[in-house]
């Protein structure tokens, strides 16, 4: 008869679980609600976009509350432009020619409702970096000599799969006696015989920064931003800590598939089957460069240590929140047959 002492031993159990049950009292400072201002200013455009919002306290629930019918004002280089209009959903936009090389400066007011005090901020337009020449190399890791094309426009056609591997080396003058700042993007669009028309739309592709200078440096090296992980990734940032003032040639390289029908399969297509590989290197402000930094931190926090310091996101809004920040692209187009 061991049915009783099972009862009590569980009884037991249940009565600890509840007494170990214990409210604690929040007893911090609520932080109050703050302006938050957000622009990424792009060199050589026509036009400047504003997210206007106010801050929520951690521990309240929603989103961050959009500020509408406020006020947002623009100065280039000391020069007013004007007044930037009220697009809706806290979205404020003005036309104006922005360059390289200009400095940016927002003065926001929210609506008197609202009782916040206004803020500040400004950025740098850098020099768009200067890229001298982009070479490129493939190199075929393995080929499947005859596969069965599954397509809705070609089922049964013979063809043949490469893995192909493409290395790219960007050849890049950097300004001397100045520190610089660099994010490099880059997208993919395969042009398939096999489906008879464009694979893929162009869009971010993963690739591996495998530059040796920049990833020896400890304060300029790469940080990765992705989804993949195995060290494929959609951009990489850095600084010129080691090739500052030099011409340097940094390098990537993209593992990918490429997919051809075999010669006495071939279709009639308006375009030959190529790779296009679009290359964006782009010169980025200080404030950009540690907001994502900052966020890259975030984004790997602790590994899944709850205990591992916090990381405080990087901001330039004097009286605020948020970052407004710029940069300038230097984009080119490789074509691989």
């Not at 006696?177 to 008879?196: A, I, M, T, W």
């Not at 899944?304 to 916090?310: A, K, M, Q, T, V």
Request: glycine share 8%; proline share 5%; aromatic share 10%.
């Amino acid at each position: 008869m061991k049915k009783p002492s099972i009862l009590i031993s569980l009884f037991v159990l249940v009565f600890a679980g509840q007494s170990c049950e214990k409210e604690i009292e929040f007893n911090a400072e609520v932080t109050e609600p703050m302006l938050v201002l957000n622009s990424l200013v792009e060199g050589e455009t026509s036009w400047v976009k504003v997210k206007f919002s106010k801050s929520l306290f951690f521990l309240e629930s929603g989103r961050p509350q959009f500020v509408e019918g406020g006020r947002i004002q623009l100065w280039v280089n000391d020069a007013f432009r004007g007044e930037l209009k009220d697009d809706g959903e806290g979205i404020y936009s003005l036309d104006t020619r922005v360059l390289a090389g200009d400095r940016i400066r927002y003065r926001a007011e929210a609506p008197p409702s609202l009782n916040l005090p206004s803020v500040v901020a400004e950025t740098h337009v850098p020099l768009r970096a200067a890229v001298l020449a982009v070479d490129s190399t493939a190199t075929i890791l393995q080929e499947d000599s005859i596969i069965n094309i599954a397509s809705s426009s070609l089922n049964g056609y013979l063809g043949k799969a490469q893995h192909c591997k493409f290395r790219f080396v960007v050849k890049v003058s950097d300004p001397p006696g100045e520190r610089n700042y660099y994010r490099l993007q880059v997208k993919r669009k395969l042009f398939s015989e096999v489906l008879l028309q464009a694979f893929k739309d162009v869009e971010k592709t993963n690739f591996v920064f495998d530059d040796p200078v920049v990833l020896a440096s400890n304060n300029g090296a790469a940080i990765p931003f992705g989804t993949e992980g195995n060290g494929r990734e959609e951009m990489y940032i850095f600084s010129d800590e080691l090739f500052d003032g030099k011409v340097y040639p940094l390098s990537f390289s993209i593992s990918a598939y490429r997919y051809f029908l075999l010669p006495n399969e071939q279709v009639i297509y308006p375009q030959k089957p190529h790779d296009e590989i679009y290359i964006d290197l782009q010169s980025i402000s200080l404030d950009f460069y540690r907001y994502l930094r900052s966020l890259g931190m975030l984004n790997g926090q602790g590994q899944g240590d709850p205990f591992s310091e916090p990381v405080q996101i990087h901001t330039n809004v004097s009286g605020g929140l948020g970052v407004v920040a710029s940069y300038t692209s230097s984009q080119h187009l490789i074509l691989i047959q």
